[in-house]
């Protein structure tokens, strides 16, 4: 198995904390992988499968604790997975190297609603690094919709392309409460990610991984009686709706 970026931020950022992070069902004892209750662990169904992208995760405060974050899904899928902190006034030099390296084409993930026309692209395909051959390297913004806004205006993204999706139909996610039905998780952005760029056998696998984990999910979440938390950890959030 290859390695989970964001597993191992977890396991960096425990190492710094001062104090533990409790949140609904914190009681619960949880695989230390997929952070789902021991009964309900979905570490022997990750795929293993190829994919022809890569994926770097600049996570909010606080959300790669959340056992409801669904961005390491993608983690285990798509081999390729970088994962770092976000920081207002502190930018990681391994993130910035990152975006300058020479195999990538990095493209920002977010609501084109947000984006100067210029930037905006609708498949990785447009852009001539990646007609080149060089790997999309797609930057998801991973925390809440409020969260992620303050992300996408980071200086060192703002001479990146910005890739939009047209999401078909509402998200099945339903493990935090959502503003409006058409708001998409992580997980289910990446799905369709992986589509646009014509990956097409790593965004099947994806969306099989997503079905189990939410079904896991519930079902323990149902045992330990939680209630839903306010906000919903998303990239496609407020006002989206495709355009």
Known sequence: MHRNSVADLRLQELAKSRRAFLARGSKTVRCPQCLLGVSHCICAERPEVSSRSAFVFIMYHGEVFKPSNTGRLIADVVADNYAYQWQRTVHDPELLALLQDERYAPIVVFPH???????????????????????????????????????????????????????????????????????????????????LAEDHAAAQALAEYFAVFRERYLAGKANINEKPQRQMSTLFGEEYDGR
């Open 113 to 195: 609603q947000y984006a100067q026309p210029e930037r905006c692209i609708h498949s990785p395909a447009q852009l001539p690094a990646v007609q080149q051959g060089k790997i999309p390297l797609f930057v998801m913004l991973d925390g809440t919709w409020r969260e992620a806004k303050k992300m996408f205006r980071s200086p060192y993204l703002q001479t990146l392309p910005v890739l939009g999706i047209q999401p078909e139909k509402g998200s099945e996610y339903q493990l935090r409460e959502a503003a409006h039905l058409h708001q998409l998780c992580t997980a289910e952005v990446g799905v369709e990610i992986l589509k």
